[in-house]
């Protein structure tokens, strides 16, 4: 036999127990979410718009006629068009190399270590086509940094016009334009 009371109680009961719940789940919420904001951080990105001058040791072997083997090591310091771009006022070191065939390369492939302002670095490969003495253009991938970017990814293309200078030296202005995140 039921009595009044202990019909009574099975509700009171139910109803404590849901609210115990729902406040225990609204706290795991807030705890999730609290955990997870510091560790999770917007990426940024920027565009860039970098031009400067740089002089390049080289390494040649000639075989006339326009066909010739060539690796470089050299640095260029530039500046940058785009407000806040990451690359402005940086040096880049490059090691590199093409073959020219009859005076034209369409093989040239390397990398650069962007020395940045605050003191970190970005690492990019490139690879490009053009024509001995005068100049080139080709593309490139942002493969790395250091510090706060570690993860930085992004793309490109980039330009070089052959100038005059020291001998037995390369030199050129550079061109690079493209966009990253971090």
């Known amino acids: 036999l039921v009595t009044g009371v202990q019909t009574c109680a099975l509700p009171i009961y139910y109803v404590k127990l849901n609210n115990l719940k729902e406040v225990n789940m609204k706290k795991i919420l807030f705890l999730i979410i609290f955990l997870t904001i510091p560790n999770y951080s917007l990426a940024e990105s920027g ?3 970098a031009a400067g001058a740089g002089s390049w040791s080289l390494n040649a072997m000639d075989a006339g006629n326009g066909n010739m083997s060539i690796t470089y090591d050299g640095n ?6 785009e407000p806040g771009s990451i690359f402005d006022k940086s040096t880049m070191h490059c090691i590199g190399g093409l073959t020219l065939v009859s005076g034209k390369f369409d093989d040239e492939t390397g990398m650069c270590t ?33 510090g706060k970017y570690e ?19 390369a030199h050129s202005m550079n061109q690079m334009s493209g966009e990253y995140t971090y």
């Open 47 to 49: 565009k860039f718009n």
């Open 151 to 169: 993860n930085i990814s992004g793309s490109g293309n980039s330009s070089r016009q052959n100038i005059r200078g020291k001998a037995g030296m």
């Open 114 to 146: 962007f020395y940045l302002m605050d003191g970190e670095k970005v690492f990019i490969n490139y690879k490009g086509k053009g024509t001995g003495g005068q100049g080139g253009t080709g593309t490139f991938v942002i493969v790395g940094g250091t």
């Open 76 to 81: 260029a310091g530039l500046m940058d068009k």
